[in-house]
């Protein structure tokens, strides 16, 4: 009973902060509508729901004694959209009610919160400003958070990450950019480190010709852990993108990483870079990539050297069903150290058919499995599908 309690009380405190987030989004985006009000202003809002039953073979993430469940998902939304000749600003929150057929200990209710603004001060002088919150203990939300690592067991995930890009156009085919974040993290399980992250980057791209783009950049990370020694990272790259027909673009970058564990002292030097393809059609596109990157370790505690080489597609076959696919092979090793060496492989695929212009159903498969190269008894594989009804409705005022 008391842990029933205790459950309860934290999911009450936790929504309140949740709401005491949302509150505080919309009342900035409300003041930073002010600016633009000397503008015309098109407003638009929308109002959406999901309502899904998933079938998850193996929601534990263990290796052996697998359990399955039927879990049924509810997902309201709001979305709210503010555009000017000066300004742009999207405010879209999102909770999602888990709720287990037979396993009640794991209801959950997670949360997704993002808040974007962009201001054009003058034709040079351009700020992007944005906000995302997620709270989930859901794998196929999880493995879907950029540089979330490895997902190494079940477990509730908390991101905050606060960032800002101001950039300026020294002339019309140059701009210098500068950027700052800061990201923090929580795990559920008390083994696993929580991390603050705050990072500063700067760039100078160039435009030889409207095909063409290159780039020079710098960004500086502190890692701050918890439960393992700090670490810090200075990542220096070139980068260049080139529009080789115009439906296909091909990105390319390359540079070195410098990562340092505080406790030890110790620096390790590694490549980063990747290349990028993308091809659209008349519908549809498809995207191809190979990366390297030192990796935050959201879920490892550690800063983890990541490569990921994966592919996706996205194509309707009528005006009403639409198809995608995807994969991608990721490698994670921990920098400077032994103690973490991963393999994840991530599919996807999904179906949906558009009974109207403001609903659309749609059948889901996802795959993840994981291979701990230092101890195989952490293994797992995972298999869910999905059925969902979405429902939306936009109105502009």
């Known amino acids: 009973m008391a842990s029933r309690i205790g459950a309860a009380v934290r999911e ?8 005491k987030k949302f509150i505080i989004a919309a009342s900035i985006c409300f003041l930073l509508l002010q600016v633009s009000a000397a503008y015309a202003t098109d407003y638009t809002g929308t109002l959406s729901l999901s309502l899904s039953e998933g079938y998850n073979d193996n929601i534990y993430l263990t290796h052996e004694n697998r359990t399955s469940d039927f879990i049924t998902y509810i997902s309201p939304g709001i979305e709210f959209t503010a555009k000017s000749l000066t300004t742009e600003l999207k405010l879209d929150y999102m909770p999602t009610f888990s709720l287990y057929s037979s396993h009640s200990d794991l209801n959950d209710t997670g949360q997704n919160l993002s808040a974007n603004a962009s201001f054009s001060f003058s034709g040079a002088l351009n700020l992007i400003v944005s906000e995302n919150f997620v709270k989930s203990s859901t794998i196929q939300d999880i493995v879907a958070i950029p540089n979330v690592g490895p997902v190494t067991a079940l477990s509730e995930i908390t991101i905050n990450n606060l960032s800002a890009t101001l950039s300026y156009k020294l002339r019309d085919n140059l701009t210098y950019a500068v950027g700052a974040s800061y990201y923090i993290s929580n795990n559920s399980l008390p083994y696993i480190s929580d991390m603050t992250d705050y990072s500063g980057n700067m760039g100078l791209t160039y435009m030889p010709d409207e095909r063409t783009s290159l780039s020079i950049n710098a960004n500086y990370t502190k890692y701050d852990y918890t439960l393992t020694s700090d670490a810090s990272g200075l990542n220096c790259y070139l980068g260049a993108t080139y529009k080789l027909t115009p439906t296909i673009t091909i990105g390319l970058t390359g540079g070195a990483t410098w990562t340092k564990i505080d406790d030890t002292g110790d620096t390790s030097t590694n490549f980063s870079g990747g290349i990028d393809i993308k091809k659209s059609f008349e519908k549809g596109d498809l995207h191809l990539y190979y990366s390297q990157a030192v990796n935050p370790g959201i879920d490892s505690g550690v ?14 076959l009528t005006a009403q069903w639409n198809t995608s696919v995807s994969a991608s092979y990721n490698l994670y090793k921990s920098v400077g150290q032994s103690s973490e060496d991963y393999a994840q492989t991530v599919l996807g695929a999904g179906v949906s058919y558009n009974l ?24 797992y594989y995972n298999n869910i599908v999905l059925l969902a009804l979405k429902i939306n409705y936009s109105r502009k005022f």
């Open 356 to 379: 109207t212009p403001w609903a659309n159903l749609g059948l889901s498969y996802n795959f993840v499995k994981s291979h701990d190269k230092l101890n195989d008894s952490n293994d």
């Open 12 to 19: 009450k405190e936790e929504l309140e902060v949740s709401v």
């Open 303 to 316: 800063p983890l050297l990541q490569q990921s080489v994966g592919i996706s597609l996205a194509k309707p």
